[in-house]
């Protein structure tokens, strides 16, 4: 009777016409109080039952149908007709005890029995066109939603197509503002330059870019002489907040051939040999 959770169709039309038996009834109330879609799906036939069953042509129900209607036909309880010879019979002890316990119903006529299946046919057939409607109803639906579904798609369409006709303009109008992006230049490299004059013994070396010392420290300048003797103090300095410095014509001996020079950071005042390790160098 149910089937993926909603109670079969031709079981709701069956119902709509108060054609199951007891316990099937209270089992497709029980769902219907449950289940709003089949809910409303009962309220439909039962709604349009009676104008189908009116306006349709007779034609042989659905198989199923009418065998659900056969089974339930035979379960309704059956009046016996009193046979007209027992109440002919007046006065007997049979008689009068069948016309107190039972009522007297006359024997159906051909016709009385046509009638009934006649209008029976009919209500089965109204029931299997509401099952089509109901289809009809649903597929109408899935179209329904898959228009809209498609409306959107293109709304996407069309909405991509003016991005790119806008990226388009955008990228050939002659009036649009062109710039180049690049990285931030990274912290500059401290650097120093030296001029020596051995036959003289004068220097003039200037610096950029230094980093500054902590308290009581100092820059010191060293000529690396070319012999390989121990390096010469050239002069100590102090950078200013840009990082620049200068050291200009320390006292030096003439003659001293240098290969390069080196700067340490010395304790203020300088030192008489470097301590390691070379910040800055040059060969």
């Not at 299946?117 to 109408?140: C, H, K, N, P």
Request: charged letters at 20%; one cysteine or more.
């Amino acid at each position: 009777m149910i089937v993926n959770n909603h109670i079969d169709q031709e079981d709701l039309a069956l119902y709509a016409m108060h054609l199951l038996g007891e316990s099937e009834e209270r089992a497709v109330q029980t769902h219907l109080n449950e289940c709003e879609g089949c809910c409303d799906l009962a309220s439909l036939l039962r709604g349009d039952l009676a104008v189908l069953a009116m306006t349709t042509e007779m034609h042989a129900p659905p198989a199923v149908a009418r065998q659900r209607l056969m089974t339930q036909v035979a379960r309704e309880r059956k009046i016996v007709p009193i046979d007209r010879q027992i109440h002919s019979e007046a006065g007997s002890p049979l008689a009068n005890r069948l016309l107190v316990e039972d009522v007297y119903v006359p024997p159906p006529s051909p016709a009385s029995k046509i009638i009934p299946w006649i209008s029976w046919v009919g209500w089965a057939v109204a029931a299997a066109l509401m099952v089509s409607v109901t289809d009809l109803y649903r597929e109408r639906d899935q179209l329904q939603a898959a228009v809209a579904k498609q409306a959107g798609e293109m709304q996407t369409i069309s909405a991509d197509a003016e991005r790119g006709r806008a990226l388009m303009q955008t990228l050939t109008d002659p009036s649009a503002v062109r710039v180049t992006l690049n990285q931030a230049p990274a912290k500059a490299v401290p650097q120093g330059r030296a001029a020596y004059v051995a036959a003289k013994g004068s220097l003039l070396f200037t610096a950029s870019n230094l980093e500054p010392l902590k308290p009581y420290k100092t820059y010191e300048l060293w000529l690396l002489p070319a012999d390989g003797n121990a390096p010469i103090p050239a002069g100590t300095f102090q950078p200013d907040r840009r990082g620049n410095a200068s050291v200009i014509m320390p006292a030096l001996a003439a003659g001293v051939e240098a290969k390069g020079f080196a700067i340490t950071i010395e304790d203020e005042g300088g030192s008489l040999k470097p301590t390691m390790p070379i910040v800055m160098s040059g060969l």
